[in-house]
């Protein structure tokens, strides 16, 4: 029995580095490598995850997709973390209102929205060229699938929040928590995306500060809402 992130490149196999996890150019379209996550023998569906990153790719406009979701870009909600795309262009910056859970109001890469309303976003080009968009972002989600659950349609990201120090670790094996990160850690009072609970013991999340998907133990984590 084990859970582990895996990339779905036929010449790469084995955990989820924190550079494939990380969005960083074009992050909608990493979509396409995020394989399957296992958990007590269970698959995720391929097409569950991966299908909707071709037609988001090619689409023409402002796209922004939950990590690890299949590209989903509708009923995003508050505390869902965000990658963005923008006709395949390079995005260098993009200044939030409301700004994002523990993070400046502009900045590149993953972020969430704090609150339920309309999100405001101003979109920086690599070119210089600014683009004004809006989001409609729906109240937070609480309910946490478990990874069997998690490519489901009504899967959503559930905003958590640390009571202590944990460590990340790379893979739920067996029941346990490996491949710990000595360096990485949530502190009290930091807060996760959690995207699905593996096993009895540990939760996949992101955290909000750095936009990397690591599995932690649920001991000092709690539901915000």
């Not at 200044?95 to 523990?102: D, F, M, N």
């Not at 683009?131 to 946490?144: R, V, Y």
Request: glycine share 10%; aromatic share 6%; with cysteine.
């Amino acid at each position: 029995m084990s859970t582990s992130l895996r990339t779905s490149s036929v010449a790469t196999r084995g955990p989820m580095t924190d550079a494939v996890r990380r969005a960083r150019a074009h992050p909608i379209r990493r979509a396409r490598r995020v394989g399957a996550a296992r958990s007590a023998g269970a698959i995720l569906a391929a097409a569950a995850l991966l299908g909707p990153a071709v037609a988001l790719a090619n689409d023409a406009g402002f796209k922004a997709a939950v990590p690890f979701s299949g590209g989903r870009t509708t009923d995003l909600r508050a505390g869902e973390p965000l990658e963005f795309l923008y006709k395949g262009e390079t995005i260098t910056k993009v200044c939030w209102s409301p700004a994002p859970i523990q993070h400046a109001a502009c900045g590149h890469g993953i972020a969430a929205p704090a609150a339920a309303g309309t999100q405001q976003l101003t979109v920086t080009l690599k070119g210089g060229a600014v683009k004004h968009e809006s989001l409609t972002i729906g109240a937070p989600a609480t309910d946490l699938p478990s990874s069997k659950d998690a490519g489901s349609a009504g899967a959503r990201v559930v905003e958590y929040r640390a009571t202590c120090t944990t460590a990340a670790y790379d893979n739920y094996t067996h029941g346990q928590l490996r491949g710990t990160h000595s360096g990485v850690k949530l502190h009290a009072g930091d807060e996760a995306g959690a995207f699905y609970r593996a096993g009895k013991h540990a939760i996949l999340a992101m955290p909000y500060r750095d936009g990397i998907a690591r599995f932690f133990s649920d001991r000092c984590l709690v539901p915000v809402h």
